[in-house]
């Protein structure tokens, strides 16, 4: 194999391994290589706050046989036969550190138990205790550029809907145990509407949208090979690194012998910061961190009871002390950041409460919008993506109580998603002509003769706009007609939109 062949071949491995990595084979190799090294290095620091002592051989068994082989010994009942790739997949996990592949073997040897208890009780296929090891490595803090996160990986979406708590300070996503748990609700869920747990799981991984489609443009010839070959190429690739892992695993497991840190569970129900509990009970911040890897800030909202996961031991020890837990409050360690968009000083402005003049913003487009009878700032801002600070400073408004229906708001949104923005202004019923399409556009909403027709779920953050995009030739426009829906502000996340595709 050439040398630019090799090289295309490890970033696609690197690209379909490690969570959060994009599946594009132009990537660069040096962003792969850092992306990798702090996915590594999670793993290490996990090792460190959770195993306590390790007396492990990590010793090679061979079978004696070929790696398809070893494979077919482990009798899987879904995705049987070996996948492309799977190889390649197994020679890369062979091929890691020494040290990292002991840290991903002593993460599954933590969680295997928690993973073969909720698996086996749903049901499920028992190779879907590897899955998490395609899909995250086993790092529990994994998150995507696409908005995954955790050990198995959930969208926002799958999260929020198998009852997980997502929210700016918590993201139970990154628990093991809750993650767990939603995962296979939503494998399980998704087998009883496909009626397989191949699909079930090739749901979990595309989307049930997806697979309905693929499953429909193959018509009665249905097989797992055709299936996939309509997937998104990340899917076949997840299979195939799970297929390889299970026999790494499986060829490495023997002697391995660590001895995990024991957890006591406390209550809290007042806000604090880890910070507090670390400083007081003299525990290691990174291991309380490691512990609850929910509070994305390191902070316990005190909304509610929460549990506090602290080393096996302490319970006692923080009853005795939780006055000066909590007595240990410092201010500053609750001032999450959020991240804002700078723009250049408008001209003439010199202070609060003087209007904003011939402000413009590089790539931006200034267009109106009327405010309607009910609407509110958040409202506004959420459907045009922008933040309220910015409609508050576009617009000089300092009180947002006092805006009035009628009022014209100046919203700054990308050139080229202008003419889209400007169709969510809700137009005054009982004038001639306004809401209605006109014949040129009619015509090009037409249903083409050559489209098929797929089904669209609606995800959060998702707009006609959004949605749009993801199928080539269609327009905004086009689905809020096809839908009959005349106010785009009105789509509804687990909405079903249909939508025609050319072919």
């Known amino acids: 194999m050439s040398q630019p062949c090799k090289n295309t071949v490890l970033i696609l491995l690197l690209s379909a391994i490690f ?3 994009s599946y594009s084979a132009q990537a660069q190799d040096s962003l792969f290589q850092v992306s990798v090294q702090n996915h590594l290095a999670e793993l290490d620091a996990w090792s460190k706050a959770m195993i306590v002592s390790d007396s492990s051989s990590f010793n090679y068994t061979d079978s004696g046989n070929a790696l398809s082989a070893d494979f077919q010994n482990l009798k899987w009942t879904v995705f049987p036969d070996e996948l492309p790739g799977f190889t390649s997949f197994y020679h890369f996990f062979d091929g890691l550190p020494l040290s990292g592949k002991q840290n991903v073997l002593r993460a ?3 969680y295997e138990p928690l993973l073969e208890k909720q698996i086996q009780a749903a049901g499920l296929p028992a190779e879907l205790n590897y899955l998490p090891m395609a899909l995250s490595m086993m790092n529990t803090a994994a998150a995507g550029n696409d908005k995954k ?6 969208t926002h979406f799958q999260g929020v809907l198998n009852g997980l708590e997502i929210n700016r300070l918590v993201d139970e996503r990154l628990k093991a145990e809750e993650a767990t748990r939603a995962a296979v609700a939503e494998i399980k869920n998704s087998t009883q509407v496909f009626g397989t747990p191949e699909w079930g799981i090739l749901a979990f991984l595309a989307g049930n949208t997806a697979l309905r489609n693929a499953l429909t443009r193959c018509g009665d010839s249905i097989s797992v ?7 998104p190429a990340p899917v076949s690739q997840t299979l195939a690194a799970w297929q390889a892992l299970a026999v790494f695993q499986n060829r490495y497991k023997s002697g391995i012998t660590p001895v995990f840190l024991t957890i006591d569970t406390v209550w809290v129900r007042q806000k604090m910061h880890l910070q507090q509990v670390s400083q007081v009970m003299n525990i290691p911040l990174q291991s309380l961190q490691k512990l609850n890897p929910q509070f994305r ?3 316990i909202p005190g909304d509610k009871n929460e549990a ?10 923080y009853i005795l002390w939780q006055d000066s837990v909590f007595n240990a409050y410092d201010s500053t360690l609750f001032e999450v950041v959020a991240q804002k968009v700078e723009y250049a000083p408008a001209p003439t402005r010199q202070y609060i409460g003087e209007k904003v003049k011939d402000l413009e913003i590089e790539g931006k487009v200034k267009i109106k919008y009327t405010l309607q009878r009910g609407d509110v700032l958040g409202y506004i801002a959420e459907d045009y993506n922008v933040q309220v600070e910015d409609l508050k400073y576009w617009n000089n408004i300092y009180n947002e109580r006092k805006i009035q229906a009628g009022q014209q708001l100046a919203i700054f949104v990308d050139e080229n998603e202008a003419d889209y923005y400007r ?7 009982g004038k001639a002509g306004q809401g209605a399409a006109t014949a040129s556009q009619q015509k090009t909403w037409e249903i083409p003769a050559s489209a098929h027709k797929v089904e669209h779920v609606v995800k959060s953050g998702e707009s006609p706009y959004v949605i749009a995009k993801k199928y080539g030739g269609v327009t905004p426009e086009a689905i809020l007609y096809w839908n009959g829906i005349d106010d785009a502000r009105k789509i ?3 909405q079903k939109l249909t939508i025609y595709v050319s072919e």
């Open 308 to 317: 506090l996961l602290l080393p096996g031991g302490m319970k006692e020890n």
């Open 149 to 154: 996160a955790g050990l198995w990986q959930l």
């Open 19 to 21: 969570a959060g990595f």
């Open 108 to 110: 599954f040897a933590c």
């Open 225 to 231: 090979e055709k299936v996939l070959a309509l997937l």
């Open 423 to 429: 169709s969510l202004q809700k137009q005054p019923s």
């Open 297 to 299: 800030y390191s902070i």
């Open 492 to 494: 509804q996340i687990g």
